[in-house]
């Protein structure tokens, strides 16, 4: 039997909602962590049963994201374990986690990726009574540090070559196999009898990969997005998908589908975006949207192979060694990773993108280069953050030689002239009811002014707007902009993160200071009601 002195004070509740952060919008905290209950003494026998550890001895929670809660669990031999729970806004349950522990299981033997390797998880037992009450993953836990922590302070070549080349020979890896169809990785068995038919990849498959062929499948899109709200209780098409256009047209008929039954009047008003525009509007966008897309996907199948990647290679989600000369030892949070067009995976992963203003990453390489002594008009801060700009810099500007010169069919999919709007679109649609139609009406205009460029030629183009409309759309989109710039720069003046959360400690502190600010909001300019309050819109629970 395992010891319960680890949890002696902390009740279930009282263990899921302690974290060092909190969100500045109660009613976003208490939404975020409402439901998420669990047996914690069912739990630790899960982990003790899959370590063969006879007690957890401590629990440590770890800063939380807005989708999972993590634990590190320590045993009395000293082992230690990771475990993961999915919150209510992640998706559904029991397919997100089997989702995750498919393609975890897979990136590890198959793509021979650093990954956790999954000791049980709440699956694993079949069709018994799962005791924890939740879903959960029990994993190892990856050794080194995020690589957010080395970034900023590595430098010189002979530092960051290794963590360039490292992300590249990942993404290498993963793009090296070609899936049948598009949607999310399972095992067999966790997909419906009628799936189960379908081949796993394409084509004629390397020996290396047949063994694996039949453990795995493609079954439904673990997109959050597409399951959020009333669509988790609507039959709609989530795939898997034959082809590019069926998943681009799925996700336009699906918003349809809602709209014909859930009206966005009908909806909370505090979970969705000013402005509000109706309905009619927003059908015809969708209607357009249709009408384009078959013409606008690429004709090159090489770039619209089913490809599987993970979601978000950050600074966070990529660990390196501590010490010495830096190299990745692992790459966590696999949840939502999904298998989708390639040239829909080429966007430069989070971790190598440089966001500051100082430098263009995307100037020649010797045009970079000559700028890298700063001023001599600069104090020795700014000196010292001159050059933290340019090393960033100059890695974003590295990573993308290596792409245009060794990658020929990635550079070909980064190339395309409307590859931003082809990789954001299926989110505008699926967003649009929540975030509003700005975003979806702006890549459709964009389309249209590029057309003989994006589609074939003598192909007339689907997408009108009259004048009254453009102009209607350019000062909404002039309000939005202004709106986008104002949530980013308060967001900086209260060391705050995108989903709304701050330190446990400064949260007094940021919340009085947020009263300062409010008195500068202007709704004229951006549009919208100021945002940091209970009953406002909020990305995560819409």
């Given amino acids: 039997m395992h010891s319960t002195a680890a949890t002696s004070n902390l009740d279930t509740a009282e263990l899921f909602r302690y974290t060092t952060g909190r969100w500045l919008y109660n009613e976003r905290e208490q939404n975020i962590c409402r439901y998420v209950k669990f047996d914690v003494d069912s739990l630790l026998n899960v982990a003790c049963k899959a370590v063969g550890a006879r007690s957890c001895t401590k629990i ?15 045993f009395d031999d000293e082992t230690q374990v990771i475990a993961r729970i999915p919150c209510p806004v992640a998706g559904p349950s029991y397919l997100t986690t089997a989702s995750e522990l498919a393609t975890l299981e897979f990136a590890r033997e198959v793509l021979q990726l650093p990954v956790p390797r999954v000791l049980t998880w709440s699956g694993a037992e079949g069709c018994s009574t799962n005791r924890v009450i939740i879903d959960y993953i029990i994993m190892e836990v990856v050794p080194g540090v995020p690589l957010g922590m080395r970034w900023y302070q590595v430098a010189g070549r002979e530092q960051v070559s290794p963590l360039v080349d490292g992300i590249l020979d990942f993404e290498s890896r993963m793009e090296s196999v070609h899936f049948s169809q598009y949607g999310s990785l399972y095992f067999k068995e966790d997909v419906a009898p009628e799936l189960q038919t379908h081949p796993l990849f394409a084509g004629e498959v390397d020996d290396s990969l047949k063994c694996f062929a039949e453990k795995y499948r493609i079954g439904p899109l673990i997109d959050r997005h597409w399951w959020r709200g009333v669509r988790s209780r609507m039959a709609l098409d989530r795939g898997p998908w034959p082809d590019a256009t069926s998943y681009y047209l799925a996700v336009a008929k699906n918003e349809q589908k809602l709209l014909a039954q859930h009206t966005p009047d009908s909806q909370t008003p505090s979970f969705r975006r000013t402005p509000i525009h109706p309905r009619e509007t927003h059908l015809r966008l969708l209607d357009m949207y249709i009408r384009a897309i078959p013409f606008v996907l690429p004709q090159d199948s090489e770039l619209s192979t089913p490809t599987l990647w993970h979601p978000d290679l950050s600074l966070g989600n990529i660990l390196i060694s501590e010490s010495h000369i830096p190299s990745i030892q692992g790459v966590i949070d696999w949840q939502h990773a999904a298998i989708l067009p390639y040239f829909q995976q080429v966007a430069l992963p989070p971790a190598v993108v440089y966001e500051g203003h100082q430098f263009n990453p995307r100037l020649h390489p010797l045009a970079l280069a000559s700028s890298r002594e700063p001023p001599d008009t600069l104090d020795p801060a700014e000196e010292e953050e001159y050059r933290l700009h340019h090393r960033l810099a100059t890695r974003h500007n590295l990573y993308q030689a290596h792409i245009r010169l060794s990658h020929k069919r990635r550079h070909a999919a980064s190339s395309l002239p409307h590859i931003e709007q082809l990789i954001m679109l299926p989110t505008y649609v699926v967003r649009a ?9 702006q890549c459709l205009l964009f389309l249209r002014d590029n057309w003989t460029k994006v589609a074939p030629a003598g192909v007339p183009c689907p997408i009108e707007f009259s004048q009254d409309e453009i102009a209607e759309h350019e000062q909404q989109w002039r309000a939005f902009q202004f709106y986008q710039a104002a949530i980013e720069l308060f967001n900086t003046k209260l060391d705050c993160e995108g989903d709304g959360r701050v330190s446990h400690d400064s949260y007094e502190a940021v919340k009085e200071r947020l009263e300062g600010l409010k008195e500068s909001w202007s709704e004229e300019f951006t549009g919208s009601p100021f945002p940091y ?6 990305f995560f629970l819409s």
Wanted: charged share 30%; aromatic share 14%; proline share 0%.
């Fill in 60 to 74: 440590t929670k770890f800063d939380e994201g807005s989708y999972n809660k993590a634990f590190c669990l320590t």
């Fill in 433 to 441: 009811c929540s975030d509003g139609i700005l975003d979806l009406r």
């Fill in 533 to 538: 309050q209970d009953g406002e819109y909020s």
